[in-house]
């Protein structure tokens, strides 16, 4: 997810104001539904996605656009726009907060994706074993961010969501 925090839960404060309080009758359940919203939108400025979780996507999306970077050489002029654009955002240090690095980063990586699934590129036969290479990073990075993701889910509520 790339929303800042404070974005998502005011997206999810917008949801709940226009769509479940004019739903619900004056009284009790409407008056704590205010009071949740409240509390949230007074947590949103105060809290920050989980530092740990950031480095360990930043991390990773690195090791997989360091790997790529002399991949993409092998290609020539071809991807040597791309390659640069990589190597600069690696070699460039670290400003502002890590939610910004990631999304920056994010961005290369998506560049990267749609550049070896592009099928305008019409690689040849020599090419395909650095394309293969350059997707398994990909492939493993994504994986493991699915992984590192669901590791933080809390148990779901469908029980009660099916049940209204």
């Known amino acids: ?42 947590l949103a400025d105060k809290i920050d996605w989980k530092r740990e979780m950031l480095e360990a996507e930043t991390s990773s999306i690195e090791e997989v656009l360091r790997a790529s970077v002399p991949l993409l050489e092998s290609f020539g002029p071809r991807f040597a726009a791309l390659g640069r654009k990589l190597d600069e955002t690696l070699e460039s240090p670290p400003e502002g907060d890590l939610f910004e690095r990631r999304r920056r980063l994010n961005q290369d990586l998506e560049d990267l994706i749609a550049a070896v699934n592009d099928p305008a590129a019409a690689f040849d036969p020599s090419e395909d074993r650095l394309v293969d290479q350059i997707r398994q990073q990909i492939h493993g990075h994504l994986r493991n961010q699915t992984i590192r993701d669901a590791l933080y889910l809390k148990p779901m509520m469908l029980k009660k969501i099916s049940q209204g």
Do not use: F, K, W
Not at 5 to 11: D, E, F, H, N
Not at 25 to 34: D, H, I, K, M, V
């Open 1 to 42: 997810m790339l929303l800042p925090l404070p974005r998502l839960l005011q997206g999810i404060i917008d949801t709940l104001e226009r769509q479940v309080a004019v739903a619900l009758e004056a009284g009790s359940a409407r008056a704590q539904l205010y009071a949740c919203l409240d509390l949230i939108n007074n």
